[in-house]
């Protein structure tokens, strides 16, 4: 008996249940935190297909930086969930031709075995000591290095775009600049006076 | 050593028995499993200790800075004080706020407390003592430590009050801030030692042109990468929410995400703080200070085992964070910020290209 399939089935179990409840939560800030729990077991699953690179970088990028974003998007926004049902059978062919699409590809991959995907062989088995992180790292800077810098750059636009979008300069703010603030010299700030001393009246 | 030695024998009687009771496989399945969690629960309570009598060495600390005895009174000077401490928060009441989210207000002190021990897995204690030696352990400890920012800001939701939400804005919005500074120091270590394994860390720093001489501490990381041992300390006090970024617990500005919690709640909360101090300690230690190398290469000092000196580096490490906090004034929110994105963002970005070129020279000293 192999221990590797109960631990693939204890994940996906908890996997298919967050997912589930991402979309059938109440409160929306719940269901961000089932959409982290998803991420943080597709993680674990990933880890178990010895793609640990990804599996970290999942929880690094998604569930360390992405999701908190949008957690605090979601618990700043005033979510009226009356409003948001709405338009819900206005929004449902679209939806539902998605999800059409999504079970279609499903079919497609899990299916394989009848679309003839069986040609392409298995990766073979590397071996305990292999490192994908050292694999992937050697592949993305020398076979892949060009495409790898591009999306680069594009992101890159896409923050400078971002920050030059949102940036204005307010004429009234109180900012203050640091560098100015400690150049400042004594005698920029106080005056001393000699003064005689004075003799007291009476 | 022999306590590895003694180690080992029980391990393999374990496997043997457990083989012949429920077969080769099963029962060999069954026992990494019974062992992996007995030495989970092993270190858990060792890190719990640690952060209990941290605790202690903190009040201890401080009060001599200020002139004062410190706990003194529960046992020998004051050496039981910190189970008197943990008796008090477990027997005080908690308050769960009306309206309050109650399955989060209670999960997220224990999702804090959790992601700082799980990170624990990966550090190594010594060249043959580590719980999980991976590959990519550096990268493990950044995914994992980037998960404690829940905690905070699901207890400042879950709260239902606009000061813990508030507080636990600012707070997060400190931490993602310093994790991305800390992140690019990381890298300049892993790019030096090439490997993203902390074992291999410390065994990169054992070696170069002044341990051939027997000046080990000349060869550790912190010399070529000063900048960067600065900018992962100060972040990594930063991270931990210590004075002088305490903005969470400042007197003058205490908004912070846990205004609402008390008892033990509250003390899960400070047990992870004090977990995740000594975890930036230890790698503080592991990644610039040679993890468990001694100073020196002679006789006296091989003669200590190595995990004396990695502890010792880490009480140096710890004693810093304590002093910081008994020395320095708070730093203001603007500041905190102006530190984290103009000063130390830039300044990493830069030594990091400056290191890159550097290895491609035929100066490169990690050959």
């Known amino acids: 008996m192999n221990i590797e399939p109960i631990v693939f089935y204890i994940l996906s179990t908890i996997l298919l249940l967050a997912a589930l409840r991402v979309i059938t939560a109440r409160n929306p800030v719940h269901a961000v935190l089932f959409l982290v729990l998803a991420f943080f077991t597709a993680s674990g699953i990933w880890m178990l297909l010895r793609a640990e690179f990804l599996a970290i970088v999942l929880v690094l990028v998604y569930v360390g930086a992405v999701m908190v974003l949008f957690l605090f998007v979601v618990m700043m926004l005033d979510i009226n969930l009356d409003r948001l049902r709405e338009g819900f059978w206005s929004y449902l062919p679209l939806g539902a031709a998605v999800g059409v699409l999504m079970v279609v590809e499903m079919i497609l991959v899990l299916g394989g075995k009848y679309f003839g995907l069986e040609h392409l062989p298995n990766p073979a088995d590397p071996g305990a000591g292999y490192s994908n992180t050292k694999e992937l790292g050697r592949i993305l800077y020398t076979d892949y290095v060009y495409p790898f810098e591009l999306a680069a750059v594009i992101l890159l636009v896409a923050i400078v775009a971002a920050v030059a979008l949102t940036l204005r300069g307010r004429k009234d703010r109180k900012h203050q600049d640091p560098s100015q603030q400690i150049a400042v010299k004594r005698a920029d700030r106080v005056r001393l006076v000699s003064m005689p001393s004075e003799k007291k009246d009476n | ?367």
């Open chain 2, 1 to 367: 050593m022999d306590l590895l030695g003694l180690y080992a024998k029980i391990i393999a009687t374990g496997l043997t028995f457990a083989q012949g009771m429920l077969g080769p496989e099963l029962g060999a399945a069954v026992f990494t499993l019974v062992k992996t969690s007995v030495l989970i629960g092993v270190m858990v309570g060792a890190i719990l200790g640690a952060v209990a009598y941290l605790t202690l060495l903190e009040r201890k600390v401080i009060g001599y800075m200020q002139v004062r005895i410190g706990p003194n009174r529960v046992g020998p000077l004051g050496l039981l004080q910190p189970i008197a401490d943990g008796v008090k928060l477990v027997f005080k009441e908690i308050i769960i706020p009306s309206g309050a989210d109650k399955v989060l207000f209670v999960l997220a002190p224990i999702v804090a407390l959790t992601v700082a021990m799980a990170a624990w897995a990966v550090v190594p204690f010594s060249p043959q003592v580590v719980l999980a030696n991976v590959n990519a352990g550096l990268l493990y400890i950044m995914a994992i430590t980037s998960m404690g920012v829940y905690g905070i800001i699901v207890a400042g939701w879950a709260s239902n009050s606009k000061y813990a939400f508030l507080g636990a804005m600012r707070a997060a919005a400190q931490i993602v801030s310093y994790e991305i500074a800390m992140g690019f120091a990381l890298v300049c270590v892993l790019m030096v030692s090439q490997s993203l394994n902390l074992s291999d860390i410390v065994g990169g720093q054992e070696k170069g042109y002044f341990a051939s001489m027997g000046l080990n501490f000349l060869s550790w990381n912190w010399l070529p990468l000063a900048p960067m041992l600065l900018v992962y300390f100060i972040s990594g006090v930063a991270e931990t929410q210590r004075a002088p970024f305490d903005m969470a617990e400042g007197e003058s500005e205490i908004v912070g995400f846990h205004v609402e919690y008390s008892g033990m709640l509250f003390g899960v909360f400070s047990m992870a703080e004090y977990a995740n101090m000594i975890l930036v300690s230890f790698l503080t230690a592991i990644m610039f200070f040679g993890g468990w190398a001694a100073p020196l290469d002679s006789t006296l000092f091989n003669a200590i085992p190595g995990f004396f000196w990695l502890l010792g580096k880490v009480l140096c490490v710890l004693i810093l964070f304590l002093w910081f906090r008994a020395t320095f004034p708070r730093y203001r929110y603007d500041q905190i910020m102006r530190l984290g994105w103009k000063v130390f963002i830039p300044l990493t970005i830069v030594w990091l290209v400056l290191i890159a070129a550097w290895m491609q020279t035929p100066f490169s000293i990690w050959r």
